[in-house]
């Protein structure tokens, strides 16, 4: 085997389960764990970057401070690894974040443990709401004068020629095609799959990358490496304020929701439970949501947010007249097997 | 093997092997057992049977990647050869100085990590990279993307499997007795003929251990094709990390782990039947 190390550009999970030497590694890190009783110490699966900044300044101090018990964060966040642990009972993380796309996937596959929201309407799926982000479309202001409006301009490569980068995730690619094929933000779900596989097929030359991560989706943008990218709102953010020439919009943008969940059956249960009602409570939430620029899903928490925050947020009423949300219970189909379906597409 | 073991049993002491035990102890725990799991997996996950298997041998998909692997990792083991073949020639051929130095260059890049050779490619071959502007210095306006296709990809794991294959060469070249050469000249052998009939029978042995180390490291390649290629032209590996980090399916995921490995065995016993594997490490 080889390529034994790799960055946090692509999520380091996969390497574990391919490369002797990283899985070795990461049997290191993993084996304190196995051990671990329902000490004062939580395990939080961090998506890095500006999630963590934020996380780590409205979550993870204060509840330490509130509670006394200490939170380590475990990167990246993976799908995969949360089946793994409940699958070998050898936990790293207690508690994730997930998109409501993978959550049904993962309740419907028993990994995350039964739980109470601690505000009306939060629940979803053993998750609870946390925070609001979205998919929107930004581009080099050096390449275009003339601005994009929507997901058809992003996909009119006659009047904005140039190279596209697209999330190599089906169940949030799907719903921006129709989009650009003229279908109304409230006539998307249940999406019309054909139709949406078809629109791909005329984008699909122009995509010179299928981003996997959101750090490289920043990269690509900031290095000029693609001129126009479908990308989450934080992300773009970045590399706005790392001086790059790019400009964004939220029209058609796409909101997802993020949901706290707990693993199954992990031996830190109450503390892991004790966090996530702290962390989708309202003056943390909206510290939260304050600092990483999302919305905050607990309506208790927007009264602690400022209003210089809002702008950047993609809940705020000016930028959420003009979004969608996904609708993953009226999705259209088996996300797992359109996945399937695109990846195979992709291939092609 | 047995033959070798039972001789070194009779003939020496037993404390070499107990030194070895160590060694089997950890492949056992790390190697042997995360192994027969894998196996597990790919015939009881999700259910007991050949199902995975049959996926992925019918399944589209699977078929063109293995295939998109198999041409890749032939592709960069002949492109590796065209230019490790030449290199060896001239290190073997040239002062011991030079031949130091030529040496010292290439395993400064093979120390230098995966990751940092994969980056630099980016650098290099990126829209605001060196290489896409001497091009457009040259005159070409509007250059090809060089990044995220099959050429970068290519071109990067040559870089980084080039050294295997130079060095098989060249350790084969430079043990070459000149006498052979001389007097095949002294029989009227020149230019072609010479190579053709004695200096690459003579290299043979190299060619194949750098081909074959080439081929089998490349089989396996996940970062470089995944950072550096064309979504369209994916990789076996990557495809497993998918099937896992995506659709939790670690049965398929392991079938096809398997599959990868039963190839790379057949590819090793195949080079083992002609030249012994014993020779594949100089």
Redesign the interface.
Known sequence: ???????K???P???Q????TA??AA?TLAAPSIGRAQSKELYVNSWGGPWLEAATASLFDPFTAATGIKVNTVSPV???KL??QV?TGVYEFDVTTLGGGDII?ANN?GLLEDIDSPYDGGLFQNGVASHAFSTVIAWRTDKYEEAPQNWADFWDVERFPG?RSLQ?YAARVLPLALLADGVAMEDLYPLDIERAFAKLDEIKPH????W?AGAQSTQILR???IDMIGIWHGRYFEAEDAGAPVAMTWNQSEVDRAYWVVAKNTPNMDAAKEFVKFATSPEPLAGFATLGNYGALNPAALEFVPDEAKPRMPTSPDNYANAFEQDMANWGGDP?EV??RF??W??? | MMRRMTRLVDHQTIWPWLLLLPLAVYLLVFFAVPLIEVLKMSVTEPKPGLGNYQKVFTGALYGKVFLNTFGTATLVTVCCLIVGYPLAYLMSNTTPRRAMMILLLITMSFWTSFLVRTYAWMVLLGNNGPIIWLIEMIGIADPPGLLFTRFSSTLAMVHILAPYMIMNIYSVMKKIDPVLIRSAESMGARGGSLFRHIYLPLTAPGIANGAVLVFVICLGFYVTPVLLGSPREQMVAGLIGNQIEQFLAFGLGSAMAVVLLVITLIVLGIYHSRFGLDKLWG
């Open positions: 085997m080889s390529n034994s190390t790799r960055s550009l692509i999520r999970s996969r390497r389960f391919l490369h002797g899985a070795l049997g993976s799908f995969a089946a793994a699958r996937a596959a190279g190599r995509i010179r990358v299928w996997t290095d000029g490496e797992q996945a399937l990846d195979e992709l291939a092609t």
